[in-house]
């Protein structure tokens, strides 16, 4: 799994669009980009993921650097329901692929 | 709705006591699961992952004789905390595997806390 790097902690304002950084330079090119989010005792839950072009769905979208070495999950009008760690993950387009988490970004909606 | 289904949600033990985690895919047949661990305000880490009908494979530093992991269909595999001690307090959570780009779901975690 490719190695990533995540600020460990970032504030948002309720209603804005919380923009979470992810580097991943090591990256190689048959790894996807998969965000999950973890809220406090819960499992942690998928929000989107992508290869190399932008994706977007009903939680987020994901903005992938054409080098495909970083990327950036955009959470458009956060909500406090949004508070959560953020893990940003590369793993291949590999069958039954386990999941490496880094320590994530801790994001905090402030009202 | 859901896809995994994990129980229970949360234990209390005694020391000593052996503890049994169920991981339920409701709606696929998971021929493999991930079993994870997270310490307080610490990321997951993987324990083991098993696979139906065969042994199951455990990362480095897990005892395979202390978390034992039971994978008997495509829709259940269960992990038994054996002879619980407090440092053995912990949230466990599943996954079960998917094929290439899937996303892959959790259960909603175990909180075992032993006394």
């Known amino acids: 799994d490719a190695k990533t790097t995540q600020p460990p902690s970032m504030d948002c304002a309720e209603g804005r669009a919380a923009n979470l950084p992810c580097n991943h330079s090591t990256i190689s090119g048959n790894e996807y980009v998969y965000w999950y989010r973890q809220i406090h005792s819960q499992g942690p839950q998928y929000i989107i993921h992508?290869?190399?072009n932008n994706e977007t769905n009903e939680m987020a979208s994901l903005i992938i650097t054409e080098d495909r070495k970083s990327s950036t999950l955009i959470l458009p009008h956060a909500t406090l329901r949004d508070t959560a760690v953020y893990y940003c993950?590369?793993?291949?387009?590999?069958?039954?692929?386990?999941?490496?988490f880094g320590t994530g970004t801790r994001l905090t909606i402030i009202p | 709705g859901a896809v995994v289904s994990q129980h229970p949600s949360w234990v209390i033990c005694k020391s000593g006591t052996s503890v049994k985690i169920e991981c339920r895919s409701l709606?696929?047949?998971?021929?493999?699961m991930f079993w994870y661990r997270q310490f307080p305000k610490q990321s997951l880490m993987l324990m083991a992952t098993?696979?139906?009908?065969?042994?199951?494979?455990?990362e480095q530093g897990v005892e395979k004789d202390k978390f034992l992991i039971n994978h008997a269909s495509l829709t259940l595999s269960t992990l038994t905390v054996t002879s619980a001690h407090p440092e053995d307090s912990s949230f466990y959570i599943c996954?079960?595997?998917?094929?290439?780009?899937?996303?892959?779901?959790f259960g909603s975690g175990t909180q075992l806390s032993v006394l």
């Open positions: 996954s079960p595997g998917r094929g290439a780009n899937e996303k892959l779901f």
């Open positions: 098993s696979n139906e009908g065969s042994k199951a494979t455990y």
């Open positions: 993950i590369g793993a291949s387009n590999f069958g039954n692929e386990k999941l490496t």
């Open positions: 709606d696929f047949q998971a021929t493999t």
């Open positions: 992508g290869l190399k």
